[in-house]
C-alpha cells in the first residue's frame, strides 16, 4: 500500500506540489499523468526520497518513510524501492549482466544466489542472449529491458517509472507497455508510473491520478475518468480522442433550451454526426483533419481557438477549405463552469 498524505513541495513560494492525498492497495499500477510542469517528477522524487518533502508524509505499508512536518527521510537505498528514468543511465563499463548484479552486489547477496537471481530477471526481460555485450552495443530498447531488470533484480516492493518509455519509438513504446506490465505483474509490486501521454496512463493503470498545477485534478480508474469526469481539464484531457466542449452561448439554438448561458458543454466524439451540409442542429467548424480508426472515421474542425472532433462512420468527403458541420445530440454528456468545475 501507499499513502500519499497532504504532500507538499515548494521551492521558494512556488508550489510545485500542492497538498496532494491519495491511496492505493499493494499490487496497483498507479498512473501520475499531466502536462508539463504539473508536478509529477517532483511527486515520483518524493516517493523516491530523493526530493524532501516541505509538509506532507508517504506511508510504504505500514512504514512512513517521508515526513515533511518533521523534516526526515529515509535515505533512497532503504525505502524498497526501485526506480527507472527516461534516460538508463546504465553504467557503460559494465556488461548488461554486470548491470543487473551491481544492486545486487551493494546488497551484499551471496555469488551463488546473485547469478542465478541475475539469469532470472534477464530471462524474464528476454534478454539472456545478450548478458555479455556492453550498453553500447545494445539497441534503445533493449538498454531500456535492462534497466528495468537491474531495477527488480533486488525484488523491491515498490517500482518507481519516470517516463520510462519516452525515448522509444511508437511501436517499441506500445509493446513495452505490455512489457511492463507483465512485469509489475510477476513481481506483484506496487507501481508507480509518471507520464504526460493519457494514452499510457490509461492503457496501463489500475489507478491514475490527473495532475494540474501542482494538485490533484482527479483520482480514479480509467474507465471513471473517462465516463465521470470531475472537472473541464480531465474531460479534454483524458480518452482516445478526448471529450469536446464549446460554450453555451456559441451551440444552436435548438440546443441551447434550459442550458446555462455560461456554461460549456460536453459531447463526446461517438455521440456526434458529420455532414457536408448544415441543420438546425448543427454547428459549422472549418475542416482540418480527417483519419481512419478501427473501421470508422475521425473527424476534426477548427473554428477560432475552438476544435471539435467527432468519430463517424460514413464520414462526408471533405478537402481543407471546407466547413464540416457536426451534429449534436439533444443534450450535452455534462455541463462545466467557465471556472472547469462540474456543473451536470
Ligand atoms: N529544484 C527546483 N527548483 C525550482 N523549481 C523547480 C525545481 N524542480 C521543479 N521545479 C518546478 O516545479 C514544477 C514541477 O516540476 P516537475 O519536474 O515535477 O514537473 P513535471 O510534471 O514532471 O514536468 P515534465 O513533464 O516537464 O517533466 C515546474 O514548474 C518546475 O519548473
Redesign the pocket.
Known amino acids: 500500500m501507499i499513502r500519499i498524505h497532504n504532500l507538499t513541495k515548494s521551492?521558494g513560494v512556488?508550489k510545485?506540489v500542492d497538498h496532494i492525498s491519495l491511496e492505493v492497495p499493494q499490487g496497483s499500477f498507479l498512473v501520475l499523468v499531466?502536462p508539463?510542469?504539473?508536478?509529477?517528477?517532483?511527486m515520483l522524487r518524493m516517493l523516491a526520497g530523493l526530493e524532501r518533502p516541505t509538509s506532507g508524509t508517504v506511508q510504504f505499508g505500514s512504514n512512513i518513510v517521508s515526513d515533511g512536518d518533521r523534516g526526515w527521510v529515509i535515505d533512497p537505498s532503504r525505502r524498497d524501492t526501485g526506480l527507472v528514468f527516461q534516460s538508463y543511465a546504465l553504467w557503460p563499463h559494465m556488461t548488461v549482466a554486470g548491470n543487473v548484479d551491481w544492486p545486487l552486489k551493494v546488497a551484499k547477496m551471496g555469488k551463488a544466489e546473485r547469478q542465478s537471481r541475475v539469469a532470472e530477471v534477464l530471462r524474464m526481460l528476454g534478454i539472456e542472449a545478450l548478458s555479455a555485450r556492453y550498453p553500447n552495443e545494445i539497441s534503445g530498447g533493449q538498454q531500456q529491458r535492462v534497466a528495468i531488470a537491474r531495477m527488480i533484480a533486488p525484488r523491491p516492493a515498490i517500482l518507481l517509472f519516470d517516463e520510462p518509455l519516452s525515448n522509444l519509438d511508437a511501436k517499441l513504446r506500445v509493446e513495452m507497455r505490455t512489457e511492463l506490465l507483465r512485469v509489475h505483474r510477476a513481481t506483484g509490486a506496487t507501481s508507480v508510473y509518471?507520464t504526460?501521454d493519457q494514452v499510457e496512463a490509461m492503457t496501463m493503470a489500475t489507478h491514475v491520478a490527473v495532475l494540474n498545477n501542482g494538485r490533484v485534478e482527479q483520482f480514479g480508474s480509467p474507465e471513471e475518468l473517462v465516463a465521470n469526469p470531475s472537472t473541464a481539464f480531465v474531460a479534454t484531457f483524458v480518452g482516445t480522442p478526448p471529450a469536446n466542449l464549446v460554450p453555451v452561448n456559441t451551440l444552436p439554438s435548438t440546443r441551447m433550451d434550459g442550458l446555462p448561458k455560461e456554461a460549456l458543454a460536453m459531447y463526446r466524439p461517438e455521440d456526434l454526426l458529420a455532414a457536408g451540409e448544415g441543420s438546425d442542429d448543427s454547428l459549422a467548424f472549418d475542416f482540418a483533419e480527417a483519419s481512419p480508426v478501427a473501421g470508422r472515421t475521425m473527424l476534426t474542425g477548427t473554428r477560432g481557438t475552438l476544435r471539435m472532433t467527432a468519430v463517424v462512420d460514413g464520414a462526408p468527403r471533405l478537402q481543407v477549405g471546407d466547413k464540416v458541420h457536426f451534429r449534436l445530440p439533444n443534450m450535452p454528456a455534462a455541463l462545466f463552469a467557465q471556472s472547469g468545475e462540474r456543473l451536470s
Open positions: 521551492f512556488f510545485a499531466g508539463s510542469g504539473c508536478g509529477k517528477s517532483t509518471v504526460h
